[in-house]
T-cell receptor, first 114, second 111 residues
Framework: AQSVAQPEDQVNVAEGNPLTVKCTYS??????LFWYVQYPNRGLQFLLK??????LVKGSYGFEAEFNKSQTSFHLKKPSALVSDSALYFC????????????FGSGTKLNVKP | DTAVSQTPKYLVTQMGNDKSIKCEQN?????MYWYKQDSKKFLKIMFS???????INETVPNRFSPKSPDKAHLNLHINSLELGDSAVYFC??????????FGSGTRLTVV
């Protein structure tokens, strides 16, 4: 079975500092990995995805994620955090046999302080 | 020009009632979904329809019944509501092999 884990419930960073939100995956084959962001009282919004190719994937709002096969990780990063980045971030993996099915991590709350 | 819209946004109802949540997408996607997000923000898939055909039906009580009159609509009907059904329900859609577009959610509170 496929799954993702987000080991941190919450990440606190100061505005202007780099941020990292961690995600590790467990997949028996090549993983299709995604990051979504959820702002308060809103639905999830797609940030970026890794299917194949370059290990560094660039997405919306200046975010990027690095796929690391040896560490089975797909951490979300941004060089300089903004207060407006404060939100709930979800890592997800697509089911290998059913492309319509995703498994989401438990979410990480990012707090960016001014 | 909302892409995935759900109604209502908020729903407060008594135990034992029957209620429906509606979802519509104007993206031309073939596949639609219902997800449940509990109080700890954990997201779990409930159902998925592809072109009006049920393709994913997770372990969900029979009190929950999805209905897809056409590929742009996926409604969720819940019978005999229970306290544990309180959650935020998200509708989503996707093109074949693509990522999801989510609606803004329906916060269901059963009292």
């Amino acid at each position: 079975a496929q799954s993702v884990a987000q080991p941190e419930d919450q990440v606190n960073v100061a505005e202007g500092n780099p941020l990292t939100v961690k995600c590790t995956y467990s997949v028996s084959g090549n993983p299709y990995l995604f990051w979504y962001v959820q702002y308060p009282n809103r639905g999830l919004q797609f940030l970026l995805k890794y299917i194949t190719g370059d290990n560094l994937v660039k997405g919306s709002y200046g975010f990027e994620a690095e796929f690391n096969k040896s560490q089975t990780s797909f951490h979300l990063k941004k060089p300089s955090a903004l207060v407006s980045d404060s939100a709930l971030y979800f890592c997800a993996v697509r089911d290998l046999y059913n492309f319509n099915k995703f498994y989401f991590g438990s979410g990480t709350k990012l707090n960016v302080k001014p | 020009d909302t892409a995935v819209s759900q109604t209502p946004k908020y729903l407060v109802t008594q135990m034992g009632n029957d209620k429906s949540i509606k979802c519509e997408q104007n993206l031309g996607h073939d596949t639609m979904y219902w997800y449940k997000q509990d109080s700890k923000k954990f997201l779990k898939i409930m159902f998925s329809y592809n072109n009006k055909e049920l393709i994913i039906n997770e372990t969900v009580p029979n009190r929950f019944s999805p209905k897809s009159p056409d590929k742009a609509h996926l409604n969720l009907h819940i019978n005999s509501l229970e306290l544990g059904d309180s959650a935020v329900y998200f509708c989503a859609s996707s093109p074949k092999g693509g990522g999801y577009t989510f609606g803004s959610g329906t916060r269901l509170t059963v009292v």
